[in-house]
């Protein structure tokens, strides 16, 4: 079993920064890809960053350039570094893993979200 814990989230002014963490634990012999994704209120989930290891990160265009993903690899961890917040950027931001939990396995697994609000 795999456990993905995320934190970070709260309520920040526009033009204000947080950072959210995902911490991946349990039966883990590989980890292929970590990313975000979020869902705002009304809307579908969308991709806001993902990181292949060893390979590419991508970005929503809406987040290049205040966004910035980041890993812990000894810690099996995903940061997210949200700059110049707006208010677009509310939402519930999930972490997501392409996980292995054993040779020749692989499966996707979703943290519970954190709420991040951007309001004045």
């Known amino acids: 079993q795999v456990q993905l814990v995320e934190s970070g989230g709260g309520l920040v002014q526009p033009g204000g920064s947080l950072r959210l963490s995902c911490a991946a634990s349990?039966?883990?012999?590989?980890?292929?890809?970590m990313g975000w994704y979020r869902q705002a209120p009304g809307k579908e989930r969308e991709l806001v960053a993902r990181?292949?290891?060893?390979?590419?990160?991508n970005y929503a265009d809406s987040v290049k350039g205040r966004f910035t993903i980041s890993r812990d690899n000894a810690n099996n961890t995903v940061y997210l570094q949200m700059n110049s917040l707006k208010p677009e950027d509310t939402a519930v931001y999930y972490c997501?893993?392409?996980?292995?939990?054993?040779?020749?396995?692989?499966?996707?697994?979703w943290g519970k979200g954190t709420l991040v609000t951007v309001s004045s």
């Open positions: 349990g039966s883990i012999f590989r980890i292929n890809a």
């Open positions: 997501n893993a392409d996980i292995s939990p054993w040779l020749d396995s692989r499966m996707r697994y």
């Open positions: 990181d292949v290891s060893g390979g590419s990160t």
